[in-house]
């Protein structure tokens, strides 16, 4: 594919998400040779996921790392390797592992140029496959972005398309600033859409407003975006146009793009996997009951996972929000 | 310690003079039953995922010595710490193997492990590599303040030993003198990272001087081997004796899941190689050797593995679903209030599938 | 005072807020000798902050264990223990150094008893002292309750005053589920208060109204209990009556309290030390934007440490909300 | 490799036989220097925190060898990881001794190391045990890829080989042959927890065989040794023989910082009888039975010291404080839109207080 790329500078390549992600990776390796890999399986077997696969190939084991079986481990080695001028992008094989990287992203990525005024810096990229919906084993489905946009300092980006996968991938390794990057793992293979790889990279704070209305506005992020998106559907064949905005950048946040599309609509849901509960649907709540109260017409409907963990994977499916409780929830708004 | 345990290539005759008594035959023919059986089973469980009927499913296929000692050298009152490929351990310990099935179908069922047996204190499968090391050495320490004389085993893979925990739960073994086992399953491979790959140490046992405990090797293709090790390591934690750390040397016949294509990264011909050592023909021609097993025997006992690995599909497959608010109920000792209107809509909610 | 609590059985004693956390676990061993203590330097030196003092001279080095100096492993062995029937209370020196024990409490502690359906649970209590204010080296001055407040399994508990530091204590021990219990180091030593120590343990899922108005209502949790208690009486001078409430449990949150209250006031001012962005209180501001919105009258305002991290305590006092700042805040919800 | 390193009472002669040139006499003398300077500076720190000039401070009596010789063993190209006794290092590296006092009085502009010197790359001090030596991990990685002919050093306490990083670190270097030194300064304690209840692994030094590295004990109390101890060890990073684990033992001679009192966990006895053992009066005495130091000098250069670190305090003292906006500005390489209000409300809010 990479081939392809050069071959047609200007064709848009027809990726599914995962090829994206592989192909920004190689692009921005290619673009930068400060950028290296690191995780475990991402060398020989090009990633449990292929995300990085070929890419030992084109570049080599000094560039795509296979470390020992240890996250504190690899967080630790991208740190130190991003204080010294690399790139590193790590890989957490499921983000329901990265738990064991926290001390080191919370206390030393996301600090060390405050902590040093500057002297030294800490852009590294972590990359965790993240959200339910494929019958995997327990602890392969987890969805705690929550945590990490909490952490000042660390940017915490979410891909929903192959084309967003891939230019906001090429934004988070270009950063100057440590950049959690969360691939939602249930649209990995989905569907191969036409991705223009030689654009710029994507900006790594702005909403993108992927449908327009003017009736109420749907919030989401990650793989929920597609239910999001056909319960805009369902609403449009009831005569309702829902503004559907994916989120995209959890730290920092867009607050204008969300304020300014429901002060228009006066009516918001906000869709998450995650438990609502302390969920990051919550913050855009807590702004939209800020600032952007007196626009509000409705309560701010959040339609998540309960407040459990998600459940092996028999029961996953009752637990992920669904297309109907979405419609639901904007009905329910729609009645103020 | 490190005589009796053989890392050479099996010699029978050695292993025979030691295990002279009727007992010992007997055990090594349960322990053989146990294996084939164990072996049958793994076989129908990736059958049941590869027709959608079961999730991702980690096969033990070449480490059935490994955790079958385990399950036999373990007395009722010790503790057992599984990593994910214990199912003869499991089996061993009373968890009826449909219960293993529901576990890798997605379902939480898989994990109340029967009141009246070994197992019904045992920890479940642990996912997050090595993260239940430091959960044994706890319980360790509870069988050490509570005088138990009981032992307390935990099993994990060769890539396992590159987290801090498991050095950090041995670490604790040996300050605390703790009446526990590290048992590492090296099956020589961590997905597609091989052992060189994962630490630089002679062999993972001498990890053990990190915390000033012992460690030694064995041939986790040996049964009779795999016995003697841990029929000391535990006798010695049993007796307050300090803690031990075993490395089992096997190899991973399978892939690393259902979910691996292990072609991508591991050479045909060294899987070859491996297949010329696995642990149930070895102990086989042993026991046939000694008179202790016969082709009638194996042929009436693979047809009850037939027969109780088909059951056991057939009720995992028959027990209908959970219902989806046990997902809410069993989550603290009582439902709380904050709870009680989530509870409602999911009970009111649609849909759930099955494996 | 253990000795003294026994020959005055009715007396409430005078005691700081640490004193009270040291009473309440010398009576928790002495009612359940299922209660063992484990952490670092609790036993011969009875905590850095004196938690445990005297605790292993009255229940001798099985029951009050120094560990070897590493947080995951605290907190594995706090998991173990309980899976088998014990009740261990582990101290976490200070919440800074939580992060390498997040694996075995989101992954393990909050999850054992849901897990197996019951046939295991994980009663353990993790102390931790929190916040800033002590003038006290980097990572000592934490407020990180957010991310535990996410974790659905695992109550979040968060004490006051040495009353409620007693009564909640006892109760998170005597609880059959996991609690990370949260004290206000700033408190510790503040001031002597009577401490009814006979008393049954308080719940552990209500808010505490510790002031009643009508004009609008202050939440907090912790510390920032006290700028927000002096901030109602500042707001008294000018008129403004102030209902205050302490949330003290953040998991599982009572939301009825706070939604009676505000539905009477009509405007809230919610206060944490630490930073806005995916702190609690946007969880508090999007309860109210939901059920709670048709009763809000102005914006609800959130007074917070700044979205970065605790500076290093030459600064410390510039980050954390003042008075001054919760006055403010209420006077523009009064404007309304 | 033992035996040059050793724990053994020390010995003048044998050391000034292998010592012999002037250069290496130059050198001593030097690090005499360091040390005394860094014990008066230290006394001073302590006295400033007592008077509230300085916030919580950790002295580093005891640990002036271990330090000093780092910072001397260190080539300009080589990379530092210190932890926070390593006052004399980071001195030594190019660090003002203001910049250390600011460090303790809470101001971030202390870690901002004069960009001329080898200091400009070292790591800040780390304040989490042991979470440093992953990292140090990760830049001996980048040496080695960029083939900088360079050696990463790291220091940590013996409390913090307690931590999983410590053996994470360490097998990563083993397993990549990576130019990592870590050196441990076993002080004996752990805030008030003993050597003895971190680990029961004979020594430290021992732990370097889970990683598959060399590792070896030498006398932290003296310089000469520890000189010959981290020439070797840093010489072997550089030249791509791979990572070393030294332990380097000494005492802890103060409280672990200005808010502990280790009376409260620590016999005087014990702590008088390291006193007879500590470093600077030992390498005095053999400078000066060689005739390369004198009570002249001593009295010379006692007053320069004076001299340095009350210029240093003064400049620590006479800062104004930064603004608040700073905590905002160099968080994120540009001040991102959603913090532009923030910044504003941080500008216009009052106060802010110093040490
Ligand atoms: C903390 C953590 N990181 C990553 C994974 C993904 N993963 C599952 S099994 C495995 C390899 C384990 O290898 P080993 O310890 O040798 O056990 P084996 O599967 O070979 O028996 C990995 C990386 C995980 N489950 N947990
Ligand atoms: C992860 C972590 N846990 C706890 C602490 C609190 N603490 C600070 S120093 C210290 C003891 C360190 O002992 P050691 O490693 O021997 O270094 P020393 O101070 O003796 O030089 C502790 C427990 C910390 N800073 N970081
Ligand atoms: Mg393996
Ligand atoms: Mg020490």
Redesign the interface.
Known sequence: MAEQAQQHPDNALPLNLIEAINHALGQAMEEDDRVVLLG??IA???G?FRATEGLKERFGLRRVM?T???E??IAGLAVGMASQGLKPVAEIQFM??I??ALEQLISHAARLRNRTRGRLSCPLVIRAPFGGGI??????SESTEALFAHIPGLRVVIASSPARAHGLLRAAIACPDPVLFLEPKRLYRLQRLPVSVDESPLPLDTCFTLRAGHDLTLISWGAMIHETLAAADALADQGVQAEVIDVACLNPLDRNTLLTSVSKTGRAVIIHEAPG?GGFGAEIAATLAGDGLMQLRAPVERVTG????M?????????MP?V??IVAAAQRTLEY | MNTPFTTTPYQPHTRLTRLGAESNWQRLCDGYRTMVLIRQFDKKAINLQRTGQL??YASCLGGEAIATAAGQALHDND?F?PYYRDHATQYLRGVPLHQVLQ???????G???PANTPA??D??YC?????Q??????????AK?GHEHAAVLATCGD??T????????L??A??W?LPLVVLINNNQW????PR???????TLA??A?????EGFQVDGNDLPAMLEALDYALDKARHGKGATLVEALSYRLCDHTT??DAS??RKASELHVAWQNEPLARLRQVLVAAGHWSADLETGWLGECQQRVDDAIEHYLNTP??P?T???D????AL????RA?RQA?QQ???????
């Not at chain 2, 090391?133 to 509870?142: D, N, V, Y």
């Not at chain 2, 060189?196 to 002679?202: C, E, F, M, Y």
């Open positions: 475990e399986d020989t077997n090009g449990v296979d020992p079986l240890a504190n481990l329901g592992f738990y064991a019958h995997a084993p327990e602890h392969h509960h309960y407040d459990c963990p459940p092996y994977f028999a029961m996953e499916q009752r637990y669904s109907e409780r | 999730g991702t503790y710490v576990y890798w179908g997605g379902d939480e069922r994990n109340v492990f019904a204190r920890l479940p996912v997050p590599i090595a993260s090391l430091t959960q044994a050495a706890g319980i360790a320490t509870k303040l890539g396992a590159s987290r801090g925990d498991f050095y950090e739960a670490n604790v040996g300050v003198q961590a997905i597609s990272v060189a790959l994962q630490s630089a140490s002679t001498h990890k001087q990190a915390a000033g405990i979910a691996d991508r990264y679903p959970a989806a046990d997902m809410l069993y989550l603290y000792a709380p209030e904050a709870l989530q999911l909610t649609a849909g759930g599938s099955h494996g």
